[in-house]
């Protein structure tokens, strides 16, 4: 399989994820940054409720950074943002407000 744009959209629509076009925090949303190079996906970073990234990079290493640090010849360009609704969690026993 092909590490294209297209693959990884299929994917991660079966995990509920569609295309999003701002990087800015969303409550009630979990987004994830495809990072591209020669028309190939390289890596991919989450973003955290902070705002910031997370991405793993090697073995039991885990990193938090701002979207575009990861930039460069290792794993490209960020070129597609996806984005998913986050389950309403249900506190004191009063359900939260749906995300909009």
Same mark, same amino acid.
């Given at each position: 399989?092909?590490?294209?744009?297209?693959?990884?959209?299929?994917?991660? &629509? #079966? =995990?509920?994820? !569609?295309?999003?076009?701002?990087?800015?925090? @969303? %409550?009630?949303? @979990?987004?994830?940054?495809?990072?591209?190079? /020669? !028309?190939?996906? %390289?890596?991919?970073? *989450?973003?955290?409720? !902070?705002? =910031?990234?997370?991405?793993? +990079?090697?073995?039991?290493? /885990?990193?938090?950074? /701002?979207?575009? /640090?990861?930039? &460069?010849?290792?794993? &490209?360009?960020?070129?597609? #943002? #996806?984005? *998913? =609704?986050?389950? +309403?969690?249900?506190? !004191?026993?009063?359900? +939260?407000?749906?995300?909009?």
């Amino acid at each position: 399989m092909v590490a294209t744009e297209e693959t990884f959209v299929q994917l991660l &629509g #079966l =995990r509920g994820y !569609s295309p999003c076009a701002s990087p800015a925090h @969303e %409550t009630g949303y @979990e987004k994830i940054a495809l990072f591209v190079s /020669d !028309s190939q996906v %390289t890596h991919a970073a *989450r973003q955290l409720p !902070s705002g =910031r990234w997370t991405s793993k +990079c090697g073995q039991n290493v /885990d990193i938090e950074h /701002d979207l575009h /640090d990861l930039e &460069g010849p290792r794993y &490209g360009k960020v070129k597609l #943002l #996806l984005a *998913r =609704r986050l389950p +309403c969690p249900v506190v !004191s026993g009063q359900p +939260c407000e749906p995300a909009k």
